[in-house]
């Protein structure tokens, strides 16, 4: 258990709707990253947030969009659901610029 | 941006056998280096890091990688794999004060008993 978690653990959605995934840090742990995991692209780094502001930006679709509230939490929105969509996302958190990354179980999400 | 080679996605091998996963990034400057295993349903977790010093790294469960700079390479290597072993190998990158990771496509790995 590496201390980060995420819910939900599955979510099975329709096209064109929304969702949101959420992520709670390790306890400490300012800095919150998402990523991507699917079949045709790998994993891949969406975006990172520290402190509650964001600090880089990867392979993000507009349709996507992430906060970080003050008690550290984080939650991934995305928008306009496409099949292409569906994949496994998962967060991730470190200390500071500690470059090391624990990461949660991830959400999988299933666009129908 | 860095980018992470990977080969031979596929590996079958007995237990006993010995594993090397070759790994290849490609970053002019100063890079942070990662092998992760993700096991069936479960989520990624690290098996050894390299950030500076000894270029051979020892991790968990008898895994060890090298760091060469020259070949801008991070090999994983288990001299004896357990059934326990079969997953999915991932090396990953970041640059020294940017810290997201750059992933390759990772090895599935498969140890028949």
């Known amino acids: 258990d590496s201390g980060v978690t995420q819910t939900p653990k599955h979510l099975i959605t329709a096209t064109g709707q929304r969702v949101t995934l959420r992520c709670s840090p390790r306890?400490?742990?300012?800095?919150v990253y998402w990523y991507q995991q699917s079949l045709d692209q790998g994993l891949q780094f969406l975006i990172q947030?520290?402190?509650?502001?964001?600090?880089a930006k990867g392979n993000i679709l507009e349709r996507f969009s992430a906060q970080q509230f003050p008690d550290l939490h984080s939650e991934l929105n995305l928008s306009s659901l496409e099949l292409g969509d569906s994949a496994l996302y998962f967060c991730a958190s470190s200390v500071d610029d500690n470059p090391q990354q624990f990461f949660g179980p991830g959400t999988r999400l299933t666009v129908l | 941006a860095q980018s992470v080679s990977q080969h031979n996605h596929h590996v079958i091998l007995s237990e006993a056998a010995s594993l090397e996963l070759g790994c290849n990034y490609s970053?002019?400057?100063?890079?942070?280096l990662f092998w992760y295993v993700q096991y069936p349903g479960q989520h990624l977790q690290l098996l050894l890091k390299?950030?500076?010093?000894?270029?051979l790294v020892k991790g968990i469960k008898g895994f060890e990688a090298e760091f060469i700079k020259s070949k801008f390479s991070f090999n994983l290597r288990k001299p004896s794999v357990q059934w326990s072993d079969t997953a999915e190998y991932f090396c990953a990158v970041n640059a020294h004060g940017n810290n997201r990771l750059a992933f390759g496509k990772g090895n599935q790995v498969v140890v028949i008993p």
């Open positions: 306890s400490g742990d300012l800095s």
């Open positions: 390299y950030f500076s010093g000894d270029p």
């Open positions: 970053y002019g400057g100063t890079v942070n």
């Open positions: 947030y520290y402190n509650g502001e964001e600090r």
